[in-house]
């Protein structure tokens, strides 16, 4: 007996529940759902799927029609008030089951369950009409599907999956499907599953196919997957969302139909309904098993067809392509194929092949014509024996070499190979193997010429496997030390040798890794060394060999030996890096160790000191003795340095009699530092104070050291240098002889003047350089000329004293281009003042330092100067000092000559404080001796100075040339000069020097 579910909704909550306990008191009703409103009863609905409802003709938010679409087909009856009897009308027309009057007595709860019961049964009763109409539409239109796909598969023409589409797209219709496929099994034998037809909405759910024709392969545990396993219907889904139905043949499935998307899902009615379809579904796919496989044999017979006469083809084109002439020889003897290549070869006419002849007929028509010469000496003597009995017997009875050479009447070489048949008979290939003869010749001629090469040659050749050992070796092996020929190396690798030296850890993993990744390599250099302690260095460079198959196989290359090189290396590397006279390290070796020396210094926190030595008067030693001694004590002294240093200390020369020592390691504080440098240089200074013997001769030579310390790896080297350099001319200005550590002050010196040599060369080129002129005057004190002197206006500094700048112009050299300066300037003055007829008569005096008159172009300049100016070079005096004449004496003289050919004149200034000879002054071209001012300034208080001032007055004199004296400050200083024959002074007496523009003239 079936229960009914009813839905009950009344928004009055006593009319609800007294129709809720009517009807649950009735036994054929199982459960009743109460709904308040049309809002609870829509969401009740879906759920509660009930069998009939009993709706209340108002609701709270609206009437019983608001609820009438979500009923849907759900018998419902109409409760309605008393009194609105016409609204029950309406529903009835609106078509709802039944309705009941809500009387007051609620004698309508009596009759309510009986209502409910006959609206159910008119609900079902009508439902089966339906249901079998339905099914019978559906039996009918399946009938027309088959029909059609049945018309589909005679009229099909190219399209064998048109009878299945057709099909499938009617079964989605009569099931109400979106999509769906079959898929077919091709042949009983378990073949790959191909998709037969594909409808409806593309790409349906889980593993879907993509296409007809393709290949599928549908999951286990999808239906399609199931039905091809079990043979039995599946439907998947929660909702049974998909329906797969095999179609089963001889016992196996052989296909299967998918269906999906039906709203309502799938059910056993389904089924049931589609069952007809199998056996025609079978019978179309055995029918397309059928069909297939006449398609397969006919193609495979078409193939096999093609394939012959591809085959057959090929063999007709391989045979015309071959560079091989060929014959096939039947065992009766006759010529039953040919090719091209083979008339070509032996110049046969293709008529005599076309008859299939004896192959005795061809041989003999060879032999007539004269193609084995004469006495078949065109043969190969191995075979030439078969080949003149073939012809004579006719019968081959000599058996046949399997290979032999023979050479053609237009010189070819032709290569013969036989090579018998299972069936009696031979195929015969000729070749043309002239460039392969030829190329044999040729590579043995190679072969003998590289025999001479590495038999002649220094170098040696070699080869290695590939695991890099050593297989062989060419040419003067000798060479190499205990002989490679005793197969001392062969069979090892070179890290394998026990005589191997003077290569590092790291170049043996450097040419390692070379090999291994099988790389060029060039002048490896090794040293072998001999038992008997005697060691060759040898070079060897390599490049990898493959085979024709790309693969690597070894290393082959050439070995020198390059003993003398190194050799010569080693000298090279002895005069790059050390001296060549004392054998100690140069400059550059110093600089690199020093380099070395601070960084280890700053990393050990320890100090170094750098000892900068210079031997005092080396000079006057070496002028005087000799280079040959001088050389001879240097190797002395460099011996004598080294006795007091340690090992690890570096003594090096400079130059000439410059030496420096680097210690290292000393202690970490400063003061014991400086103790432990100063005791080496003490004992330094003992060792080169003791008598030095050259050649039987006793030489005295005292050193003056600079020392400078250093722990800082920031302090360069050459500021080290410099610092030890300073030091040691700071020993110098003591005394010589002695030591003296770097003080920072005589640093800041240093940078003051460098700073001031920079200020220099700028104000140079900036023209910051003038003249001031002091007066030169008779004892009238009438002017008779000037003495031009250069000032500096620095723009900075103010006006800098020449005490200051002109040693520095001197030192540096920029006294040249300063002098040019000066003598262009002065020059002009002397222009300037020849327009005026009261200066046109003063002479311009100028003074030249010995660095501008030792310049090769001295003479030169100054002509230059005069001519780029238009200066008289009367007007023109140049004043030169005595120490110009301690050396080079006959080239002043020359200069002084030449320029007093043009009319210059001269003056020797500061007469009386050099050391000029008395001999070579009577030869040099003066016009004027100046008393120095030193002289002059204590003539009245100092009878020495005096005396000087008369002896120069009359030396002058009797020498016939004017004399001035300089520094003429007091009166009583003149009358004393004019007492004694002087009458020219210059001195602030009669003018300072000024510019031009104060001076009075």
């Known amino acids: ?151 589909a598969f005679i009229g099909s023409s190219g399209d064998p999956h048109a009878p299945f589409r057709t099909l499938l797209e009617h079964l989605l219709d009569l099931t109400g499907s979106v999509s769906g496929f079959m898929v077919a099994v091709p042949g009983p034998e378990g073949a790959a599953v191909r998709v037969e037809a594909l409808a409806g909405v593309a790409g349906g759910p889980g593993s879907w196919p993509a296409a007809e024709g393709a290949d599928y392969q549908p999951m286990p545990d999808t239906p399609c997957g199931q039905a091809l396993h079990s043979g039995l219907p599946q439907v998947s889904g929660a909702q049974c969302m998909q329906l797969a139905l095999p179609i089963v043949l001889a016992g196996q499935p052989c296909a299967v139909v998918v269906l999906a998307g039906n709203p309502q899902g799938y059910g056993a009615e389904d089924i049931e309904f589609l069952q007809p379809l199998q056996a025609f579904l079978a019978q179309l796919v055995q029918a397309r098993r059928t069909d297939a496989e006449r398609l397969r044999v006919q193609r495979q017979l ?148 590289w025999r001479s090469l590495t038999s002649l040659s220094a170098d040696w050749y070699w080869e290695q496997d590939e695991c890099f050992r050593f297989v062989r070796f060419d040419g003067m092996i000798q060479r190499l030390p205990n002989g490679l020929a005793e197969g001392r190396y062969l069979g090892r690798a070179c890290w394998e040798l026990q005589d191997v030296r003077g290569i590092t850890p790291e170049q043996w993993r450097i040419h390692q890794a070379q090999l291994a990744a099988h790389e060029v390599f060039s002048d490896f250099e090794m040293q072998h060394v001999a038992p008997d302690g005697s060691a060759r260095w040898v070079s060897m460079s390599g490049e990898p060999i493959y085979d024709a198959a790309g693969h690597f196989t070894g290393y082959r290359g050439v070995g020198r030996d390059i003993t003398e090189r190194k050799k010569a290396e080693a000298q090279i590397q002895r005069l790059a890096f050390y001296d060549e006279l004392t054998g100690l390290p140069n400059r550059r070796l110093l600089l690199d160790r020093l380099v070395q020396a601070v960084a280890s210094s700053a990393r050990r926190q320890r100090h170094g000191a750098l000892l900068f030595l210079d031997l005092d008067n080396f000079k006057d030693l070496n002028d005087t003795l000799g280079h040959d001694w001088g050389d001879k004590l240097l190797v002395q002294v460099a011996a004598r340095i080294g006795h007091c240093v340690r090992v690890t200390d570096t003594v090096s020369r400079l130059g000439g009699d410059e030496f420096i020592v680097l210690l290292e390691g000393l202690h970490a504080i400063e003061p014991e530092a400086a103790a432990e440098a100063e005791a080496v240089a003490q004992k330094m200074l003992a060792a080169l104070n003791q008598v030095y013997l050259v050649d039987g001769n006793e030489l005295y030579s005292t050193p003056s050291i600079g020392i400078t310390l250093f722990r800082d790896a920031a302090m360069p080297v050459d500021e080290l240098l410099k610092r030890a350099d300073l030091a040691m001319y700071q020993a110098k200005a003591a005394g010589r002889n002695t030591l003296c550590f770097f003080d920072p002050r005589m640093q800041a010196t240093v940078s003051a003047r460098s700073a001031l040599e920079s200020d220099m060369r700028q104000g140079l080129q900036r023209s910051e350089f ?79 330092s010995a660095r501008e008159f030792r310049h090769p172009d001295f003479v030169q300049n100054v002509l230059a100067a005069i001519e780029s100016t238009g200066a008289n070079p009367q007007r023109l005096k140049l004043e030169i000092t005595e120490s110009m004449l301690l050396t080079e004496v006959e080239d002043i003289i020359a200069k002084m000559n030449a320029l007093r050919t043009r009319g210059i004149g001269f003056s020797l200034d500061d007469f009386g404080t050099g050391y000029s000879s008395l001999a070579y002054l009577k030869r040099l071209p003066l016009d004027q001796l100046k008393i120095d001012q030193s002289f002059v300034r204590d003539v009245l208080a100092d009878p020495n100075d005096a005396v000087i001032a008369r002896t120069i007055v009359a030396l002058a004199h009797s020498l016939g040339l004017d004399v001035v004296a300089e520094g003429v400050e007091t009166e009583g200083q003149r009358v004393f000069l004019v007492d004694n024959g002087c009458h020219r002074f210059q001195g602030y007496l009669f003018g300072r020097p000024v510019p031009v523009e104060q001076l009075a003239i």
């Open 1 to 151: 007996m079936q229960f009914l579910t009813i839905l009950l909704v009344d928004s009055d909550m006593a009319q609800a529940e007294a129709m809720r306990l009517a009807l649950a008191r009735k036994s054929s009703v199982g459960r009743v759902e109460v709904a308040a409103t049309a809002a609870q009863a829509r969401a009740l609905l879906p759920a509660l799927q009930p069998d009939a409802a009993v709706v209340a003709f108002r609701l709270a938010d609206g009437t019983v029609f608001d609820l009438q679409g979500a009923l849907g087909a759900v018998p419902a009856i109409v409760a309605v008030p008393a009194g609105d009897e016409g609204v029950a009308a309406q529903a009835l027309h609106a078509g709802f089951a039944d309705y009941v009057i809500q009387d007051a007595s609620l004698g309508y709860l009596q009759v309510l369950p009986a209502q409910v019961d006959a609206a159910y049964e008119r609900a079902c009763i009508r439902l089966l009409g339906q249901k079998a109409e339905y099914a019978l539409l559906r039996q009918h239109r399946l009938l027309q599907a088959v029909s059609s796909a049945q018309a």
């Open 302 to 449: 078409r193939e096999t067809s093609e394939l012959l006469a591809q085959k057959s083809g090929a063999l007709e084109l391989t045979l015309e392509s071959m560079t091989q002439g060929i014959t096939n020889v039947d065992a009766e003897g006759r010529i039953r194929v040919y090719n091209r290549r083979y008339l070509e070869l032996l110049n046969l006419p293709e008529s005599l092949l076309t008859t299939q002849p004896w192959a005795e007929e061809v041989m003999r028509l060879q032999t007539e014509r004269g193609d084995f010469g004469p006495g078949f000496e065109r043969i190969e003597l191995p075979a030439r024996d078969y080949v003149v009995d073939a012809y004579a017997a006719h019968g081959n009875k000599m058996c046949m070499p399997d290979a032999y050479l023979r050479r053609t009447l237009a010189g070819r070489m032709l290569e013969v190979r036989t090579r018998m048949l299972p069936t009696g008979g031979r195929v015969r290939t000729f070749t043309d193997v002239t460039d392969y003869i030829e190329a044999q010749e040729a590579l043995r001629q190679n072969e003998a010429r």
């Open 770 to 848: 003038l003249l001031h002129y002091q007066p030169v005057v008779d004892v009238d004190a009438r002017i008779l000329g000037v003495e031009a002197l250069v000032r500096w206006n620095h723009p900075m500094r103010g006006m800098v004293s020449p005490a200051q700048f002109i040693p520095l112009a001197e030192q540096s050299g920029l006294i040249l281009q300063l002098g040019q300066q000066v003598l262009r300037a002065a020059c002009a003055q002397v222009v300037a003042w020849s327009a005026n007829p009261a200066t046109a008569q003063l002479t311009m005096a100028v003074n030249v």
